[in-house]
């Protein structure tokens, strides 16, 4: 059975972020792994759900209908796959691209924050990615509503690259609202999905998808986030890929700048005001 095949058929049953799975893939490569689960070498119990998916999961399936959506499988053994996810605890099986995957190498910076953004939150992200953009840095980000969007709409305006990376399957357009944004990131960048076309985005694929951010980017940059927020996650998860992390400082009583606040206060995240700061925090990258 070919490598292709086997993460193929590895991908479309076994859930993003599976440390276990992801481990197992890595360490063994994905013929033996599938070979062992098709033939009772995992805990037949515990993993029932994986398992059972692998013996119904065809790759030809599979590959057809990322084709068909007008996208391609990545995989390990492709020459453009970005070597910086190999980098997480639990690196994707596979990716599923539309647009260029060359443009996931090279420089990049993760804008992120919140869904609901102030004029000032939305504004900043977009100067921030132009600022980037013309440092010929691409900009990551999640496709959601709010600064995600900013940023995107901020990259392309000043004519440079963008990529999101979303929850669901590469043809859904989630959120609805963003799919004349989406097919022109597709046109002129990348989107980036670790699920199977028609998958739908549901909260755990949201967190699932913040660490492939993270990990796609040279440095993250939250722009406006709540004290809980899922923006908080990606910056953690760069941290814990040793990835900068930098925050814009907003009004005290502003509640969507009381995350950024949290990390700088921690320590977790140097405070920027302008991208000639975030350039030259990031100048000895």
């Given at each position: 059975?070919?490598?292709?095949?086997?993460?193929?058929?590895?991908?479309?049953?076994?859930?993003?972020?599976?440390?276990?799975?992801?481990?197992?893939?890595?360490?063994?490569?994905?013929?033996?792994?599938?070979?062992?689960a098709?033939?009772?070498?995992?805990?037949?119990?515990?993993?029932?759900?994986?398992?059972?998916?692998?013996?119904?999961?065809?790759a030809?399936?599979?590959?057809?209908s990322?084709?068909?959506?007008?996208?391609?499988?990545?995989?390990?053994?492709?020459?453009?796959?970005?070597?910086?996810?190999?980098?997480?605890?639990?690196?994707?099986?596979?990716?599923?691209?539309k647009?260029?995957?060359?443009?996931?190498?090279?420089?990049?910076?993760a804008?992120?924050?919140?869904?609901?953004?102030?004029?000032?939150?939305?504004?900043?992200?977009?100067?921030?990615?132009?600022?980037?953009?013309?440092?010929?840095?691409?900009?990551?980000?999640?496709?959601?509503?709010?600064?995600?969007?900013?940023?995107?709409?901020?990259?392309l305006?000043?004519?440079?690259?963008?990529?999101?990376v979303?929850?669901?399957?590469?043809?859904?357009?989630?959120?609805?609202?963003?799919?004349?944004?989406?097919?022109?990131?597709?046109?002129?960048g990348?989107?980036?999905?670790?699920?199977?076309?028609?998958?739908?985005?549901?909260?755990?694929?949201?967190l699932?998808?913040?660490?492939?951010?993270?990990?796609?980017?040279n440095?993250?940059?939250?722009?406006?986030?709540?004290?809980?927020?899922?923006?908080?996650?990606?910056?953690?998860?760069?941290?814990?890929?040793?990835?900068?992390?930098?925050?814009?400082?907003g009004?005290?009583?502003?509640?969507?700048?009381?995350?950024?606040?949290?990390?700088?206060?921690?320590?977790?995240?140097?405070?920027?005001?302008?991208?000639?700061?975030?350039?030259?925090?990031?100048?000895?990258?």
């Amino acid at each position: 059975m070919s490598e292709l095949v086997a993460r193929a058929r590895l991908f479309a049953a076994v859930e993003g972020g599976s440390s276990f799975w992801s481990r197992e893939v890595f360490s063994n490569g994905a013929s033996y792994v599938l070979d062992r689960a098709l033939n009772g070498g995992y805990d037949l119990i515990k993993y029932a759900r994986t398992i059972e998916k692998l013996k119904l999961s065809s790759a030809d399936e599979l590959l057809q209908s990322i084709a068909q959506s007008g996208a391609t499988f990545l995989t390990p053994q492709d020459a453009t796959w970005p070597q910086s996810v190999n980098d997480l605890a639990a690196p994707p099986i596979g990716l599923v691209i539309k647009g260029d995957p060359r443009l996931l190498t090279g420089n990049s910076l993760a804008i992120v924050g919140t869904r609901n953004p102030t004029q000032y939150g939305a504004r900043i992200a977009q100067d921030f990615a132009a600022g980037f953009v013309d440092r010929d840095w691409a900009i990551i980000s999640g496709g959601a509503y709010g600064i995600d969007a900013a940023a995107h709409k901020g990259a392309l305006i000043a004519e440079g690259v963008t990529v999101a990376v979303i929850a669901a399957g590469i043809d859904i357009n989630y959120p609805a609202g963003n799919a004349r944004l989406f097919a022109e990131i597709a046109e002129l960048g990348c989107l980036v999905s670790e699920v199977t076309p028609g998958t739908p985005a549901i909260p755990s694929r949201f967190l699932t998808r913040n660490r492939l951010i993270a990990a796609l980017s040279n440095a993250t940059l939250v722009v406006e986030a709540a004290f809980r927020s899922g923006s908080l996650r990606t910056a953690r998860d760069a941290a814990e890929l040793m990835r900068p992390v930098m925050a814009i400082p907003g009004p005290i009583t502003s509640p969507v700048s009381e995350g950024c606040h949290r990390l700088i206060g921690e320590r977790a995240a140097e405070i920027v005001t302008s991208v000639a700061d975030a350039v030259e925090f990031l100048a000895p990258m």
